[in-house]
């Protein structure tokens, strides 16, 4: 049929004689891409053959109408502004499916639970993939451990091109592990080593590496990427998995590809390997509107409805992922450029390994609506660019997000977000299901600090957003927000279930540089570190939400600015554990004031350490009350106001919350209510570490390995030095600088994870003229946290709790070591030794911690306060504890 001379000439006539008119042309799985599709009855195969006829026939209201069944997706589905003016829609009652993916036949026995397949193309190396969908479900690529993680026990970088910026270009990181952890390895040929990929966690990112190679005798792995980022480095006690190798094949649900071609399974209970449908996936994007942004002409006023996209592929490139927020390199299967009036309605995209759709550059006017995004490997939506486009045609914005189910994301980049704005404004979020990601939910603008931003006038309205962190990240928000944002409006959602892995669960996030954002009549409950948290920011209005059941703490600010930071006015506060308040609220400058606060559990509220009273004299909450709100039944959280709650006296005005999420149609509905969610399974504490550091092994230059270094990059530094050293050649050297933003920059801290008996601290220091040192242990477990041992150096005067022991010379070593005990019956008192040149050690015993509550040694830091340009060295630092790691 495709040759035929008459078939050809018929199809010429026909479109000749609809030029320019508006067009039907019909798809099918039985079509034939020979035909002209212009009638139910001839339909072509392919949407491509469809959209190609339609170039020389289209008019106003052309159409492609699809109908049931399932079609292969060989290559992703590109529009141009040759293809502009279209509607793309299923048949009525049809719900077509275009499969990226190949199914996997001819599965047979291999022993030990495992079955196999033999998979064309993939010895030759035509062919690999790094997904499998088995049953509908994304089946877990072989890994160890099982559940949960392997701990780092110590990080060497070394540096092998330094590049420009303020860490290297490219370097080689050595990860020391335990034995046991990395013994799997060991059997595997250098091509299979190749293949193994290491996937870190760290605090908000994560990093994905090829291993390079095994030092055997060190218990390392090797592995060459960027240089680790000072503020979010890899350290003694970070979290990794091992994954696809074949030994690592042990649990149902896992799969492992080989690379002679054969694809190994283990079924799940009940599975039947003779009628699963097993999917392996090939095409990488599903949907491209390329609008040409810099000649403006622009891919426009084209509809898809009712289609459904699946199986899309994410193959891990050789250089791994390199740590970034939102895993924001990532591309997604539907990608929008120089796209106008383009509408995506009642589709389904699932099961793929990038973000699901992005209207990226010169977008305008463009909508996502009831749609459906699933098990995708970074995140669901994304509006705008990560820098500020160069003219105003390149800037997207008006773009609506409305009533979708966003939800199991994060499979493979597990620092991706439910919905992401960088700098775009004018979007609208509205209605919208966004739920199971391992950070944040929606986060909008993409400026850390004051300097410009086109995130604003963004309107973030009615979602319901929830069950997020999974204790696997942290610093997370079920929004978050960064930058001038000046009108935008967070207002009438619903968020709950946000718990990170350490510190950082939060529902409303105000980070760095939030300006202008008005949070209002917003239900939040059921989060790890606090219902409403700013880090800083400027002139914010948090009004008439709901923030209920926090765990460690329900409010909290971090930076102290001479501006007004945020105003906080007609809230219902009510929990019952951890504190009211955490941060330097005597401080910081806020407008409080006709707010509800009660603590269900029926202790004290007090507003850090003040009753009312006391905190009224500050000025703060004039007209606040603690007084139970009369919910109809906050344990069920049923958080509706009984009509003689006292919050409305104080002006609280009630919403309804039950309007959040989506709406429509009862299946819609239903589909965004089925999923259920078990509770949060938490990971256990990392094992006790032990610090041996004389900082030899770092080179000159470098910073030091095992800590998070946080620094200003402003005349001050912690790096490796050979200046000086109280043993071997080496020691760190930290300067310290005027003009910096925080006068506790710089300072270097560790992680020992001490919980139990006694710990031991010993260093060397050599002070300079002028030097203001703070060196703390500190608790972060308690909200505030709680401190242990701690004590001051200012200038040469060495202070614990404000009284000066004695005094120690500059520009000469001098050796200290601190005891104390741990747990929750230690004594809350430590011990100091301090041993001056050519002197004996004087003793100070019986301190007292700082705080009561200090039970763990989470947190070793080494501080600089000094305001001024001075110096401080540092060397053989050492922690140990009984309950340490070898």
Not at 29 to 41: E, F, I, R, S, V
Not at 750 to 760: A, I, K, L
Request: hydrophobic residues 35%; aromatic residues 10%; negative net charge.
């Amino acid at each position: 049929m495709r040759n035929c001379p008459m078939v050809i000439a018929s199809l010429a006539v026909v479109l000749g004689s609809l030029s320019a008119q508006a067009a039907t042309i019909y798809v099918s799985p039985a079509g034939n891409d020979a035909w002209t599709g212009l009638g139910a009855d001839v339909p072509v195969a392919t949407l491509e053959r469809a959209r190609d006829l339609l170039r020389q026939t289209k008019g106003p209201g052309s159409r492609v109408i699809v109908a049931d069944g399932r079609y292969t997706l060989r290559q992703p589905f590109v529009l141009t502004p040759a293809d502009s003016g279209v509607v793309y829609e299923a048949a009525p009652g049809a719900r077509p499916v275009f499969s990226g993916g190949r199914v996997i036949r001819g599965f047979e026995p291999a022993g030990n639970g495992l079955w196999r397949a033999k998979i064309d193309g993939v010895a030759d190396g035509a062919w690999y993939f790094d997904q499998l969908f088995v049953d509908g479900r994304r089946a877990t690529r072989a890994r160890t451990p099982n559940k949960f993680y392997y701990y780092m026990l110590d990080v060497q970088e070394e540096t092998l091109v330094k590049g420009s910026g303020n860490r290297p270009q490219r370097a080689r990181q050595t990860v020391t592990v335990r034995q046991d952890d990395l013994s799997p390895l060991f059997g595997l040929s250098d091509r299979e080593l190749r293949d193994v990929q290491m996937v870190v966690y760290h605090k908000w990112d994560n990093t994905t590496r090829f291993i390079e190679s095994l030092d055997r005798s060190e218990s390392a792995i090797v592995t060459t990427g960027e240089g680790l980022k000072p503020w979010n480095s890899w350290g003694k006690g970070d979290r990794y998995h091992l994954e696809n190798f074949r030994a690592a094949l042990d649990a149902p649900g896992e799969w492992f590809l080989s690379r002679d071609g054969w694809l190994y399974y283990v079924p799940l209970e009940g599975q039947d390997m003779a009628k699963v449908e097993v999917v392996a996936p090939v095409v990488e994007k599903f949907v491209l509107f390329e609008g040409d942004v810099q000649s403006g002409k622009w891919v426009e006023n084209i509809t898809i409805k009712g289609l459904t996209f699946l199986h899309g592929e994410y193959r891990m490139p050789p250089g791994g992922f390199e740590a970034s927020q939102a895993a924001s390199p990532i591309d997604a299967v539907v990608m929008a450029d120089g796209a106008r009036n383009v509408a995506i309605e009642d589709c389904e995209f699932g099961h793929f390994g990038r973000y699901g759709v992005w209207f990226r550059k010169g977008c305008r006017d463009c909508a996502l609506r009831k749609s459906y995004i699933h098990d995708f490997g970074a995140g669901g939506v994304r509006i705008g660019e990560s820098t500020v486009p160069k003219s105003e045609r390149e800037q997207t914005g008006h773009i609506t997000l409305d009533n979708n189910v966003i939800r199991h994301g994060g499979r493979i980049f597990p620092s991706a977000v439910g919905v992401w704005i960088g700098h775009s404004g004018d979007n609208t979020v509205t209605h919208n299901e966004i739920a199971d990601l391992y950070y944040t939910g929606i986060s909008a603008g993409w400026i850390w600090g004051y300097s410009g931003s086109l995130a604003k006038r963004n309107d973030i309205r009615f979602n319901r957003v929830h069950h997020l962190g999974w204790a696997v990240l942290s610093d997370m928000g079920g929004i978050y927000t960064l930058g001038a944002s000046e009108g935008t409006v967070i207002a009438n959602n619903v968020f709950h279930d946000i718990y990170a892995y350490s510190y950082g669960g939060w529902g409303l996030y105000t980070d760095e540089g939030s300006t202008g954002i008005l949070m209002e009549k917003n239900l939040v409950y059921n989060t790890k570190t606090g219902s409403f948290h700013q880090h800083y920011g400027k002139e914010n209005t948090i009004r008439n939400n709901i923030l209920a059941f926090s765990k460690l703490h329900q409010v909290q600010a971090t930076r102290v600015e001479e501006h007004l930071s945020f105003t906080f006015e007609k809230n219902l506060v009510f929990w019952e554990t951890g504190s009211l308040l955490a941060g330097p609220w005597t401080q910081v400058k806020v407008n409080m004031d006709k707010n509800c606060y009660w603590n269900a559990a029926g202790q004290d509220v007090t507003f850090v350490g003040m009753s009312l009273e006391q905190w009224r004299q500050k000025g703060h909450d004039l007209h606040s009350v603690i007084a139970d709100p009369g919910f109809v039944d906050a344990k069920k959280l049923d958080f509706r106001l009984k009509p003689d709650s006292p919050a409305i006296k104080i002006g609280f005005e009630p919403f309804d919350y039950t309007r959040a999420g989506v709406y429509g149609e009862a299946a819609w509905i239903a589909k965004a209510n089925e999923a259920t969610y078990p509770p949060v399974e938490w990971p256990p504490d990392p094992p006790a570490m032990a610090i041996n550091d004389g900082f030899e092994r770092p080179a000159v230059g470098a910073k030091p390995s095992g800590a998070e270094v946080n620094v200003e990059n402003k005349g001050d530094s912690i790096e490796v030095t050979d200046e000086f050293a109280a043993g071997g050649k080496q020691s760190l050297k930290i300067t310290d600088s005027p003009g910096l933003r925080n006068a506790f920059n710089p300072h270097l801290v560790y992680s020992p994870n001490h919980s139990s008996g006694v710990t031991r601290c010993s260093f060397d220091l050599r002070i300079g003229p002028g030097a203001s040192i703070n060196h703390e242990w500190r608790d972060w477990r308690p909200s505030p946290y709680a401190v242990g041992p701690s004590l001051w150096i200012n200038g040469t005067n060495l202070q614990v709790a404000g009284r000066t022991l004695m005094t120690l010379p500059t520009d000469r070593w001098i050796h200290c070591e601190i005891t104390a005990d741990l747990g929750e019956n230690n004594s809350r008192t430590w011990d100091l030794a301090v041993t001056l040149p050519g002197e004996k050690p004087r003793e100070f015993k019986g301190l007292k911690a700082g705080s009561n509550a200090f039970e763990r040694l989470t947190w070793l830091g080494f501080v600089s306060n000094a305001t001024d340009r001075t110096v401080f060295y540092l060397d053989n630092l050492e922690v140990t504890s009984q309950a340490s790691a070898p």
